[in-house]
């Protein structure tokens, strides 16, 4: 498995990008960039040639949701994958999400080894 | 639409099948087949073939446990699935050949239900019905079974400093938001802005094993969304309690935060019972429940008895179940008969709060009107039979039983409209923290009396000239943090609010241990913007008293804050407005402090009665700074420019009140007559009356819409004698004495 692709991960909260990105490293992962909102988020993805995607739902200004419709609605990003962070597993929530075009989601709190386990599904599949 | 395109509809999540790698579907192509059946049902709906809308919604079942990864057997649901696609041809080709689909398919959904454990029902036939979500919302997923023994403990020392820091700065956004949510309950913006940081929280305590900052942060979000979704409305009491937890929460994270600089050994050692069940309660909708102390409870409070002696009146009592327990203790000699009496007042105290009702303040304003013109009629009756001789003494005794009544009516009338100032404080000690934080400074905010009471219209209006005070305070009085810690001060700057009755007045004071005023720079500023020609001989309470005057602001530049190009002036006009008044005490290097003083109430205005010619007009006395009668060489006048006359060495205009209002005077000459000194916002002028008759308080009443913009006139107030006097508006008599 590549553990050198560029992962981006989207959380307003800088400490929980700190916490995802602490997990991602304990299992192999170092090449990350973080972006603070989907705004943000959408502008780095057209500066970086990113290969994943972790973004949390709930944000500010743009939701985990509309980032990844927009991600999907972009044809040069349509096929990033997409791993989405939520709280709770909220039925409505993920439906949504997984009709706009998720890769997968993860409820928190996970372990290093949920997460890489998801992410290597995701990339098995590409 | 046809027949035809469904069918390729049909064929289409058939190939995509075909070509799913083995049997394990993955999100991406659930999501994938979610869509089609989606685009499918809509199209079906159009065409109104009810069984493809059935068997489409048990696929959509199937796909949504497939997402939700709740399914017991998935190779089985998926096969259904399979068969399921095969029937949507099956009927789809039979739309086609004989318009209908006769045979069974209802089999169907209970395969589907069965392999998903959900029950799904048919559909009725309506065009565009939505797809269903057969379950509520999963309140909280647990963590996965295999994941769950596994440590989530992230003990990283660093990581839980950022999670202090920036979890402190969220709930400070919180209390911010919620104070906007007060204003508008209504807003959901306001609602998500205090969701969103909750949620945050909660997500990062999860990862760091803080369970009780999880539990609460999850139960206030949970509260906060069903308000959001218009569940729960925002009350006063959802709001009181989300500020409860926010400040539970900062509390916890600093205890965290003592914890690691090895001051607490214990953190998050707090209880949380109380706060939940308020949470619970206001979830459920549940007003909260003052209970009422037992009788017995209350004389061991009281120290009458002790508890042992309790427990012998106790038993005496149930071998007697017709005896009250008081009587109990009374034959026992273990108290006296006054001791629970008192205690059962105070018992009837207790239980008289829980019976409160909401009355609409309009009912109330009119209400309070009309008592104070019943203790105006009833005076004007008790001054009729004062001057018949030979009044029936049996009259006067009733007419001054029935006065007290009616003054005890009114005491007790004003007090329905008085609150306390604690929401108007909390809300300021909110706002200075805020706007110390936009300036870059720390500060603590001190309350004291805020249980004072006040009118409930004054608390609305004094609240706009209370907040200029404060951010003047916090962004002019206190210093930075590094210039605090130079002059050896705490580096966190304090702002004391106070609030008491004084003198029949309601006193604020704003305090600020910062730099104080600056006399010099003051006066420098006076000279150089014309405020003051005259500097000489100032004693530093008038210096200080400058900043007050219009034009003058010694910030130096125009801050984000406070500076918006109006100063100090500004709130000495609006406390007047109030007829209230504004002073200053100041101590350079030790801090500033405002003292504002407001009537209690807007009703009823302390006046001084003055008689001109035959009228009798009302002067409010905050206004008055003076009464005199001049020598003649005091007068002069200038021809062209007025009348003046010298009081204590200043030179003041004259205003001859009767030339005003066209009123035939009894005294021409001002050494004859009375002058009464009055300031306004700017200036101060002498009144020339005839005769001083009186102080009095009176209720103020408003002219009706016809008459209410008379200059120099602010409104009117029944007498004693019945008839109508006019209060004065000084502001406004200037300036009509000018024209």
């Known amino acids: 498995m590549d553990k050198n692709i560029k992962i981006l991960i989207v959380d307003d909260f800088t400490t929980m990008r700190k916490v995802i990105r602490n997990l991602l490293k304990s299992v192999g992962y170092e090449n990350i960039i973080e972006a603070e909102d989907g705004a943000i988020a959408l502008r780095t993805l057209k500066n970086n040639e990113v290969d994943f995607i972790i973004s949390d739902w709930n944000m500010p200004n743009m939701s985990g949701l509309e980032l990844l419709k927009a991600v999907r609605a972009d044809s040069e990003l349509s096929k990033t994958p997409f791993l989405m962070v939520t709280a709770e597993a909220l039925q409505d929530n993920v439906i949504a999400a997984v009709k706009a075009g998720v890769s997968n989601y993860i409820v928190k709190p996970f372990t290093a080894e949920v997460l890489n386990t998801k992410i290597e599904k995701i990339l098995e599949t590409l | ?173 919180i209390e911010v938001n919620i104070l906007n949510l007060e204003n508008n309950p209504e807003d959901k913006d306001y609602i998500n802005a205090i969701f969103r940081p909750f949620h945050s929280i909660k997500g990062v305590a999860s990862f760091l094993n803080l369970e009780k900052i999880r539990g609460l942060s999850h139960n206030l979000e949970s509260l906060l969304d069903k308000a959001r979704n218009g569940e729960l409305s925002v009350t006063p009491q959802l709001i009181d309690v989300v500020l409860a937890g926010a400040d539970a929460l900062k509390g916890m994270i600093s205890s965290l935060k003592e914890a690691l600089e090895g001051r607490n050994d214990n953190p998050l050692d707090v209880d949380l019972s109380d706060l939940e069940t308020r949470i619970r309660n206001v979830d459920k909708g549940i007003e909260p429940e003052r209970s009422v102390q037992k009788l017995g409870e209350i004389l061991i409070e009281e120290g009458a008895i002790s508890e042992e002696a309790l427990e012998e009146g106790l038993k005496i009592k149930a071998s007697n179940p017709d005896k009250k327990i008081g009587e109990a203790l009374i034959q026992k000699g273990t108290v006296t008969p006054k001791q629970v009496s008192q205690a059962l007042r105070k018992q009837a105290e207790q239980a008289s709060e829980l019976s409160t009702i909401r009355v609409d303040t309009r009912k109330l304003d009119d209400l309070i009107d009309m008592v104070g013109e019943l203790v105006i009629t009833q005076t004007m009756v008790q001054q009729d039979i004062s001057n018949q001789e030979n009044g029936n003494k049996n009259l006067t005794r009733n007419i001054a039983q029935l006065f007290r009544i009616a003054s005890g009516l009114q005491k007790v009338s004003t007090s329905l409209r008085m609150i306390p100032i604690k929401q108007t404080f909390q809300r300021m000690a909110r706002l200075a923290r805020d706007v110390s934080k936009n300036v870059g400074k720390n ?75 600056n006399r010099d720079k003051l006066l420098k500023k006076a000279l150089a913007n014309h405020v003051v020609n005259n500097v000489e001989g100032l004693t530093d309470q008038e210096i200080y008293r400058l900043i007050f005057l219009p034009g003058f602001s010694t910030a130096e530049k125009v801050t984000d804050v406070s500076g918006r190009g109006v100063g100090m002036d500004v709130v000495r006009q609006a406390v007047e407005k109030l007829r209230g008044k504004i002073e200053i005490e100041s101590t350079p290097g030790k801090g500033t402090t405002f003292i504002a003083r407001f009537p209690l109430t807007m009703a009823i205005i302390d006046g001084m009665i003055v008689k001109v010619g035959k009228e009798r007009f009302i002067l409010p006395t905050t206004a008055i700074r003076q009464a005199l009668r001049p020598t003649r060489e005091a007068y002069n006048h200038i021809m062209g420019q007025g009348e003046t006359v010298n009081v204590m060495g200043q030179l003041m205009p004259l205003v001859r009140v009767y030339d005003l209002f066209n009123i035939e005077p009894e005294k021409v000459n001002p050494w004859d007559a009375i002058l009464i000194v009055v300031e306004g916002a700017t200036s101060s002028k002498c009144l020339l009356v005839d005769q001083i008759i009186g102080k009095a308080e009176v209720v103020i009443k408003s002219l009706g819409d016809g008459l209410k913009d008379i200059d120099g006139i602010s409104g009117g107030a029944i007498m004693g004698d019945g008839q109508i006097g006019l209060i004065i508006d000084p502001e406004g008599l200037f300036e009509l004495s000018e024209r």
């Open chain 2, 1 to 173: 639409m046809n027949i035809e395109t469904l069918l390729k509809s049909i064929d289409l999540i058939a190939s995509d099948f075909l070509f799913l790698d083995s049997q394990d579907m993955n999100i991406p192509t659930a999501g994938k087949f979610l869509n089609s059946l989606e685009g499918l049902t809509g199209e079906a709906a159009e065409l109104g073939i009810v069984p493809v809308l059935d068997v489409a919604k048990g696929m959509n079942v199937i796909l949504e446990c497939v997402i939700l990864d709740s399914l017991a057997d998935k190779g089985k649901a998926i096969s259904t699935f399979e068969r399921g696609i095969a029937l949507l041809q099956e009927i789809a080709d039979e739309y086609k050949k004989t318009g209908g689909y006769t045979k069974e398919y209802e089999s169907y959904l209970n395969q589907a239900g069965a392999v998903t454990g959900r029950a799904i029902e048919a559909q009725a036939a309506a065009p565009g019905a939505e797809t269903p979500s057969a379950d509520p919302p999963q309140e909280e997923k647990k963590p996965d079974a295999e994941a769950s023994g596994q440590q989530f403990l992230i003990q990283d020392e660093s990581l839980l400093r950022d999670f202090i820091s920036e979890g402190t700065e969220y709930i400070e956004e």
């Open chain 2, 443 to 517: 500060v603590v905010v001190e309350m004291e009396g805020e249980d004072t009471e006040l009118d409930r219209n004054m608390v609305d209006e004094i609240y706009n000239p209370l907040v200029h005070m404060i951010r003047n305070s916090v962004d002019h009085g206190l210093e930075t943090s590094e210039e605090r810690l130079q002059c050896g001060k705490p580096e966190k700057g304090l702002i004391q609010l106070k609030a008491y009755h004084r003198g029949g007045n309601f006193v604020v004071e704003i305090s600020d241990d910062g730099r104080g005023l």
